[in-house]
């Protein structure tokens, strides 16, 4: 088990540019979450899959942000003419759908997104 | 909608002390989870322990317990024999469905 891998680690960009992150989550898991955490905040759900479906989006998602799962396994999240306030660590979460209750998310180390 | 305030930015504690870590939350859900999580320097969020809110006792984890005050919407982390490697952000979070709604953390520093 190799967890919830997140790449790049670090992206810095320039403002208007567009930007993918990716996120391979641990390969059993048919849950796939991201969420944004700003520095000295807890993070903020994003949106969500189950297998390829995107389940629920935030309003925090505009329309400069989408989100894939095309088969299911990994996924990417691109941020199109990114603005000075994208700049945060984008975290992505995986999670195995259980019986009952909610699953327990397993989080990646993140991808630090730098805008200048 | 769903909030999560933790109202204790930064906390420190001796080693081999104990410490506790405020929570509150408020939720339009009957059934709900709340979870404390632990984020060290420079590393990927861990789940410490989790509560279910239909449920009295209290969850506990080895040298981690819960005080879970229902009625009061509190749900505050004990940590007891704090240790070095306990040392990182710590936030509490509730879910609705299946997302996450996180407090704004708690950093917590262990002394020597």
């Known amino acids: 088990d190799t967890g919830v891998s997140q790449n790049p680690r670090h992206k810095i960009t320039k403002r208007g540019q567009n930007v993918t992150f990716r996120c391979d989550p641990i390969s059993e898991h048919n849950r796939l979450y991201w969420y944004r955490q700003t520095l000295g905040q807890g993070p903020e759900f994003l949106t969500y899959?189950?297998?390829?479906?995107?389940?629920?989006k935030s309003r925090l998602l505009s329309d400069r942000f989408s989100a894939e799962r095309p088969k299911g396994s990994f996924s990417t999240l691109e941020i199109q003419r990114t603005e000075q306030g994208d700049s945060a660590m984008y975290l992505c979460a995986s999670s195995l759908a259980g019986a009952g209750g909610p699953d327990e998310q397993f989080f990646g180390p993140g991808t630090r997104l730098t805008v200048l | 909608a769903q909030t999560v305030t933790q109202s204790q930015p930064e906390m420190s504690v001796q080693e081999a002390e104990t410490v506790t870590l405020s929570c509150t939350y408020d939720?339009?859900?009957?059934?709900?989870?709340l979870f404390w999580y632990k984020q060290p320097p420079s590393r990927q969020m861990i789940l410490v322990i989790r509560?279910?809110?239909?449920?009295?006792q209290n969850a506990t984890e080895n040298r981690f317990s819960v005080n879970f005050q229902k009625a009061a919407k509190s749900f505050s982390l004990k940590i007891s024999d704090s240790q070095l490697g306990d040392t990182a952000m710590y936030f509490c979070?509730?879910?609705?469905?299946?997302?996450?709604?996180f407090g704004g953390g708690t950093r917590l520093m262990v002394k020597p």
């Open positions: 939720t339009s859900e009957n059934n709900y989870y």
């Open positions: 509560q279910e809110a239909y449920k009295q």
């Open positions: 899959f189950q297998n390829e479906a995107q389940l629920e």
């Open positions: 979070a509730s879910n609705a469905g299946n997302m996450l709604t």
